[in-house]
Protein backbone atom coordinates (compact mmCIF):
# COMPACT_ATOMS: atom_id res chain seq x y z
CA UNK A 1 0.00 0.00 0.00
CA UNK A 2 0.92 3.68 -0.17
CA UNK A 3 -0.38 6.22 2.35
CA UNK A 4 -0.01 9.93 1.91
CA UNK A 5 1.68 11.55 4.38
CA UNK A 6 -1.76 13.14 5.59
CA UNK A 7 -2.75 9.96 6.47
CA UNK A 8 -2.85 8.84 10.43
CA UNK A 9 -3.60 5.89 12.61
CA UNK A 10 -5.81 6.72 15.17
CA UNK A 11 -7.50 4.44 18.13
CA UNK A 12 -10.14 4.15 19.84
CA UNK A 13 -9.27 2.55 23.00
CA UNK A 14 -11.86 -0.05 24.56
CA UNK A 15 -14.48 1.21 26.86
CA UNK A 16 -15.25 3.92 24.66
CA UNK A 17 -17.22 1.72 21.93
CA UNK A 18 -20.55 2.59 21.42
CA UNK A 19 -20.62 6.10 22.63
CA UNK A 20 -20.87 8.14 19.26
CA UNK A 21 -17.30 8.79 19.32
CA UNK A 22 -17.21 7.44 15.51
CA UNK A 23 -19.53 10.31 14.44
CA UNK A 24 -17.81 13.05 16.75
CA UNK A 25 -14.74 12.55 14.78
CA UNK A 26 -16.34 12.29 11.20
CA UNK A 27 -18.41 15.74 12.32
CA UNK A 28 -14.87 17.23 13.24
CA UNK A 29 -14.24 17.13 9.34
CA UNK A 30 -11.77 13.82 9.74
CA UNK A 31 -12.14 11.14 7.04
CA UNK A 32 -12.42 7.70 7.77
CA UNK A 33 -10.99 5.16 5.01
CA UNK A 34 -10.35 2.52 7.05
CA UNK A 35 -11.39 0.95 10.19
CA UNK A 36 -11.18 -2.69 12.18
CA UNK A 37 -11.66 -3.55 15.43
CA UNK A 38 -8.89 -5.67 17.27
CA UNK A 39 -8.48 -6.95 20.10
CA UNK A 40 -4.48 -5.87 20.98
CA UNK A 41 -2.09 -8.66 22.57
CA UNK A 42 0.45 -7.68 25.51
CA UNK A 43 2.65 -8.27 22.14
CA UNK A 44 0.88 -5.81 20.00
CA UNK A 45 -0.03 -3.42 23.23
CA UNK A 46 3.62 -2.93 23.73
CA UNK A 47 4.76 -2.68 19.80
CA UNK A 48 2.27 0.12 19.36
CA UNK A 49 3.50 2.00 22.39
CA UNK A 50 7.11 1.35 22.16
CA UNK A 51 8.26 5.09 21.72
CA UNK A 52 7.46 5.40 25.81
CA UNK A 53 9.18 1.71 26.33
CA UNK A 54 11.98 3.66 28.63
CA UNK A 55 9.06 5.88 30.21
CA UNK A 56 8.42 5.01 33.89
CA UNK A 57 4.52 4.59 33.38
CA UNK A 58 5.49 1.99 30.34
CA UNK A 59 4.21 -0.66 32.54
CA UNK A 60 1.66 0.91 33.78
CA UNK A 61 0.10 2.10 30.45
CA UNK A 62 0.57 -1.62 29.33
CA UNK A 63 -1.03 -3.40 32.42
CA UNK A 64 -3.36 -1.10 33.75
CA UNK A 65 -6.58 -3.23 35.08
CA UNK A 66 -5.17 -4.81 31.39
CA UNK A 67 -7.31 -1.73 29.83
CA UNK A 68 -5.61 -1.91 26.85
CA UNK A 69 -6.42 -5.23 26.39
CA UNK A 70 -9.87 -5.33 27.79
CA UNK A 71 -12.25 -5.45 24.66
CA UNK A 72 -11.27 -4.55 20.88
CA UNK A 73 -9.27 -1.09 20.01
CA UNK A 74 -11.25 0.15 16.87
CA UNK A 75 -8.07 1.11 14.18
CA UNK A 76 -8.62 3.88 12.09
CA UNK A 77 -6.95 5.57 9.09
CA UNK A 78 -7.91 8.87 9.44
CA UNK A 79 -7.36 11.65 6.81
CA UNK A 80 -7.12 15.45 7.02
CA UNK A 81 -5.41 18.19 6.19
CA UNK A 82 -2.97 19.47 9.07
CA UNK A 83 -3.75 16.10 10.31
CA UNK A 84 -1.35 15.43 13.05
CA UNK A 85 -2.13 19.14 14.50
CA UNK A 86 -5.91 18.33 13.86
CA UNK A 87 -5.61 15.70 15.75
CA UNK A 88 -4.05 16.40 18.32
CA UNK A 89 -6.19 19.49 18.80
CA UNK A 90 -9.45 17.52 18.49
CA UNK A 91 -7.85 14.67 21.01
CA UNK A 92 -7.09 17.75 23.46
CA UNK A 93 -4.52 17.52 26.70
CA UNK A 94 -3.25 13.39 27.32
CA UNK A 95 -4.67 13.93 30.74
CA UNK A 96 -8.19 14.31 30.91
CA UNK A 97 -8.84 16.19 33.86
CA UNK A 98 -6.96 18.91 32.45
CA UNK A 99 -8.78 18.36 29.25
CA UNK A 100 -11.88 19.08 31.11
CA UNK A 101 -10.75 22.40 31.90
CA UNK A 102 -8.09 23.51 28.69
CA UNK A 103 -10.54 21.78 25.93
CA UNK A 104 -13.93 20.86 27.24
CA UNK A 105 -15.15 20.38 23.58
CA UNK A 106 -12.12 17.70 23.00
CA UNK A 107 -12.26 14.11 22.71
CA UNK A 108 -11.02 13.45 25.88
CA UNK A 109 -12.73 16.20 28.08
CA UNK A 110 -16.14 13.98 26.68
CA UNK A 111 -14.80 10.23 26.19
CA UNK A 112 -11.76 9.48 28.82
CA UNK A 113 -11.93 8.55 32.50
CA UNK A 114 -8.68 9.07 33.88
CA UNK A 115 -4.50 9.48 32.18
CA UNK A 116 -4.26 5.54 31.66
CA UNK A 117 -7.50 5.64 29.56
CA UNK A 118 -7.71 8.23 27.41
CA UNK A 119 -9.78 6.96 24.82
CA UNK A 120 -8.10 7.64 21.70
CA UNK A 121 -4.49 7.59 20.74
CA UNK A 122 -2.87 8.36 17.45
CA UNK A 123 0.21 7.29 16.20
CA UNK A 124 2.69 10.68 16.07
CA UNK A 125 5.74 9.95 13.87
CA UNK A 126 5.19 9.31 10.19
CA UNK A 127 6.81 6.25 9.74
CA UNK A 128 5.88 4.69 12.51
CA UNK A 129 2.56 4.97 11.16
CA UNK A 130 2.63 3.77 8.02
CA UNK A 131 4.32 0.66 9.11
CA UNK A 132 1.40 -0.21 12.20
CA UNK A 133 -0.87 0.65 9.12
CA UNK A 134 0.54 -2.33 7.26
CA UNK A 135 1.01 -4.27 10.59
CA UNK A 136 -2.68 -3.66 11.39
CA UNK A 137 -4.41 -4.02 7.90
CA UNK A 138 -2.11 -6.54 6.46
CA UNK A 139 -5.37 -9.38 6.04
CA UNK A 140 -7.32 -6.62 4.16
CA UNK A 141 -6.19 -6.49 0.39
CA UNK A 142 -6.71 -2.86 -1.45
CA UNK A 143 -9.87 -4.04 -3.13
CA UNK A 144 -11.09 -5.57 -0.15
CA UNK A 145 -10.68 -2.55 1.85
CA UNK A 146 -13.95 -1.10 0.38
CA UNK A 147 -15.87 -4.16 1.36
CA UNK A 148 -18.61 -3.84 4.15
CA UNK A 149 -17.54 -7.32 5.01
CA UNK A 150 -14.52 -5.75 6.45
CA UNK A 151 -15.52 -1.94 6.99
CA UNK A 152 -18.07 -0.28 8.47
CA UNK A 153 -17.93 3.16 7.92
P1 LIG B 1 -0.96 11.05 23.90
O1 LIG B 1 -0.34 11.20 22.53
O2 LIG B 1 -1.66 12.30 24.35
O3 LIG B 1 -1.79 9.79 24.06
O4 LIG B 1 0.23 10.93 24.94
P2 LIG B 1 1.55 10.05 24.88
O5 LIG B 1 1.73 9.42 23.54
O6 LIG B 1 2.66 10.90 25.42
O7 LIG B 1 1.28 8.91 25.97
C1 LIG B 1 0.65 7.70 25.61
C2 LIG B 1 -0.23 7.29 26.77
O8 LIG B 1 0.59 7.09 27.92
C3 LIG B 1 -1.25 8.33 27.19
O9 LIG B 1 -2.46 8.24 26.44
C4 LIG B 1 -1.46 8.03 28.66
O10 LIG B 1 -2.40 6.97 28.83
C5 LIG B 1 -0.09 7.52 29.10
N1 LIG B 1 0.69 8.59 29.74
C6 LIG B 1 1.29 9.66 29.15
N2 LIG B 1 1.92 10.44 30.05
C7 LIG B 1 1.73 9.83 31.25
C8 LIG B 1 2.14 10.15 32.59
O11 LIG B 1 2.83 11.14 32.86
N3 LIG B 1 1.74 9.29 33.57
C9 LIG B 1 0.99 8.19 33.32
N4 LIG B 1 0.63 7.39 34.32
N5 LIG B 1 0.59 7.85 32.06
C10 LIG B 1 0.94 8.66 31.04
Redesign the pocket.
Known amino acids: FFFPLEDMLAVIKPDTQHKGIISEIRGRGFTISRLKDTVLSREMAEEF?RE?RD?P?FS??INHGLFLRSGPCTMMVLTKDNMLEEWRAS?G??DPSEARQAAPGSLRACFAKE????AV??S?NTQHTHQKIQFLFRDISTESATSPAYLYI
Open positions: YHKFQLMPTILETHGS
